[in-house]
């Protein structure tokens, strides 16, 4: 098993599925499906995916320390730590300021790969967690992937061939990684995930490779989606 490190984020704001508690807006990682937070059900898994050697960050919103701590502390148990990190104005830099707090151990040779996860994934399994970082331990880098289903379209035009939806974790090894994301921050780039910095950065021998995955791996974005996380939910008993 290599050792990995977890960041999950959540420190997106979560205004498209208009989450509210009491009138009052609420990050949807914080919402409760089945009397869990979305957010808690993303970092045990994470956790049992790096196991004891490895380590877990939580990227949070600036202002909700306090509150994502709360949230996680009654389903961990006390030999299970958790780093809070606090997010920048963009999925980018918040990845940027979780592979900073990192930086120390990647640079000392303590973890070998890094794996990135929306908090807002709490379905994905720790089967596709431990084939990614596998993957990305061999690779370079690893991506879940789903076929996309139907007809898609650019300009309403069909689009040849069959297209792949990508998902988290992404995972990568960690030195290469971290240089991806400092050569980022001199050029002024922005991923619109981690495998887009890590692919515009990618040294000889590293690439990044797709792993089967699953449409059940849903992300809470919209109204509907905490309906059917909790229809999931059901289903499993």
Not at 156 to 166: C, I, K, R, S, T
Request: with cysteine.
């Amino acid at each position: 098993m290599q050792r990995t490190a977890a960041v999950v984020l959540g420190a997106g704001s979560g205004s498209r599925v208009g989450a509210l508690v009491d009138g009052v807006p609420v990050n949807k990682v914080l919402l409760e499906v089945a009397g869990v937070p979305v957010l808690v059900r993303s970092v045990r898994t994470a956790l049992a995916a790096v196991g004891a050697e490895g380590r877990v960050v939580v990227v949070v919103r600036p202002g909700e320390r306090d509150a994502v701590a709360a949230a996680l502390a009654p389903h961990l148990d006390d030999a299970e730590e958790v780093a809070l990190v606090e997010g920048g104005a963009t999925r980018h830099a918040s990845e940027w300021q979780a592979l900073r707090a990192l930086a120390p151990q990647i640079a000392a040779g303590d973890l070998e790969v890094v794996a990135i996860h929306d908090g807002a994934r709490p379905f994905a399994t720790l089967d596709l967690w431990r084939a990614t970082i596998a993957a990305a331990a061999a690779e370079g880098g690893a991506v879940p992937a789903v076929t996309l289903r139907g007809l898609c379209t650019r300009s309403l035009a069909p689009v040849a061939g069959p297209l792949a939806g990508m998902q988290t974790p992404q995972a990568f090894r960690a030195a290469p990684l971290l240089a991806a994301y400092r050569a980022a921050a001199d050029d002024g780039f922005e991923g619109t995930d981690t495998a887009a910095c890590f692919a515009a950065y990618a040294g000889e021998g590293d690439r990044v490779v797709a792993v089967p995955s699953s449409p059940l791996n849903l992300k809470v974005t919209f109204p509907e989606d905490v309906a059917l996380a909790e229809a999931l939910l059901r289903g499993r008993g």
